[in-house]
């Protein structure tokens, strides 16, 4: 029964982590920054990035998967994963330094369509995870022990078809086209950005040490990792 309820609430808390962001990337981020500056909140936010990027990162990793599966119990492995992950990604918003400056301010049609763009996103988001599996992404399916909802199994229709990462693509659709772009959304988005490119060559990895050769036949199908015709 704990563990069933651990599992529902860290399912809870991803969720709500992700609105959280959104809550404070489209409010809290808008606030004018006068006064400011750049060098010190920009210092600041960097090093609490980091810390949910190295959790991010390390606890992705197979051998401390294995590790944490040994110390808690393989089906609440994930479960754990997302409590921190989530915890952490909530903090780092909460805490997220403004940063003095505007990079671009546009309104009327030039906004909405960015706005579009963003909201394209957030739902391509939503498909590219229910092609993953939600549950499982959160946890859940894995603690309450529930059947696969498919085969384990490389996927490459729709989104996965067009980038091998196709979450990490929304969430450049998700920082980078906002009406208002000041220096504490442009510090948020570009630290975010490197994180990813940064992470994908370990995440790929990985892939390949689980799928072998079909992992390798799938990324010479798909050529681009992230952004079509780029990278």
């Known amino acids: ?14 969720a709500g982590s ?6 404070q990337y489209m409010s809290r981020f808008d606030a004018q920054a006068a006064g400011a500056g750049v060098l010190v909140p920009t210092a600041a936010n960097i090093g609490l990035f980091t810390v ?25 492995e994930r479960s754990v994963y997302v409590w921190l992950a989530s915890v952490l990604f909530i903090v780092v918003c909460a805490a997220w330094q403004p940063v003095e400056g505007v990079v671009w301010s546009l309104t009327g049609a030039l906004a909405w369509v960015l706005r579009g763009l ?10 590219t995870a229910r092609h993953l599996d939600i549950l499982d992404l959160a946890g859940v399916r894995q603690a309450l022990r529930l059947p696969p909802s498919r085969p384990i199994k490389l996927d490459d229709h729709g989104p996965y078809g067009l980038v091998r990462h196709p979450i990490y693509l929304c969430w450049l659709f998700l920082v980078w086209p906002a009406p208002v772009m000041n220096g504490t959304r442009l510090v948020f988005a570009a630290v975010s950005t490197l994180y990813l490119v940064a992470a994908i060559p370990f995440e790929e990895r990985d892939l390949h040490r689980v799928f072998g ?7 010479n199908k798909v050529r681009y990792k992230i952004l079509p015709g780029i990278y």
């Open 118 to 127: 963003q909201a394209g996103a957030a739902v391509l988001t939503v498909v």
């Open 213 to 219: 050769p079909a992992y390798a036949a799938y990324a």
């Open 18 to 23: 992700l609105i959280f962001f959104a809550w």
């Open 1 to 14: 029964m704990l563990q069933s309820f651990a599992a529902i609430g860290g399912g809870l808390v991803f």
């Open 52 to 76: 949910f990027a190295l959790h991010h990162s390390i606890f992705a990793r197979t051998r401390l998967k294995t590790l944490v599966s040994r110390t808690v119990s393989p089906e609440l």
